[in-house]
């Protein structure tokens, strides 16, 4: 079966402008995750939600980063006017339940670079 | 707070050798832990988990881990290395009495196998 998708896979943006990032979870995942890769270091926790509730969002680092998913398949993350430090590769992963021993499921992730 | 160490940025080994990736974790309660690996421009895949029960726990292409409590350890191993084994690899925890949705990588090891 499908895994998690992510779309696109590279985006390149100048600094100021907007980008949404999609990511399409696992068929019947309920748990839905965003994750910010720097270069050589670990994933770090953006937001969480189950089905369309944004349960924690603790992680975004500033209020230009939104996330939604409205109906609780499809997730976007965007960012408003882009600084160069918002330059990483943003990972979603999807899981049956968020709590739990449940393994997360990542997509490919989408490399964002703001110049 | 929950935390991840892994102490060693690189491991090298021989192919046909055993391979082992060291981690450390840090939770206020009981661990659910994690290991991904992660191959160039590709998202994390997950190896295995520990969640209860056994300390020795098996996973995909040939690992294993070893979950110790008093040590606070999770090492991954492997006993005969493949070149194809090279890869970043990322250990993971989740608290259970916490957000025990929330995943803390670890900086990741990155992996040569030579032929």
């Known amino acids: 079966g499908a895994g998690v998708s992510q779309s696109p896979r590279y985006k390149v943006a100048k600094r100021g402008q907007d980008v949404a990032l999609r990511c399409d979870p696992i068929s019947g995942h309920v748990s839905l995750f965003w994750y910010q890769q720097a270069l050589g270091q670990g994933p770090e926790f953006l937001t969480y939600?189950?089905?369309?509730?944004?349960?924690?969002k603790s992680g975004l680092p500033s209020d230009r980063f939104f996330a939604e998913r409205p109906e609780g398949s499809v997730s976007t993350l965007k960012i408003q006017r882009t600084q160069q430090e918002d330059s990483a590769v943003y990972l979603c992963a999807s899981s049956l339940s968020g709590a739990g021993g449940n393994e997360q499921f990542f997509g490919p992730g989408t490399r964002l670079t703001v110049l | 707070a929950q935390s991840v160490a892994q102490p060693e940025d690189q491991v090298n080994v021989a192919e046909g050798n055993p391979l082992t990736v060291k981690c450390t974790y840090s939770v206020s309660g009981n661990p659910y832990l994690f290991w991904y690996v992660q191959y160039p421009n590709r998202g994390l895949q997950f190896l295995l988990k520990?969640?209860?029960?056994?300390?020795l726990v098996k996973g995909s292409y040939g690992f294993e881990a070893e979950f110790n409590k008093s040590q606070t350890s999770f090492h991954l191993k492997k006993p005969s290395a493949l070149v194809s084994d090279s890869a970043l690899y990322f250990c993971a925890v989740r608290d259970m009495w916490g957000d025990d949705y929330k995943l803390s990588f670890g900086a990741g090891t990155t992996v040569t196998v030579r032929a």
């Open positions: 520990y969640i209860t029960g056994d300390n």
């Open positions: 939600f189950q089905n369309e509730a944004q349960l924690d």
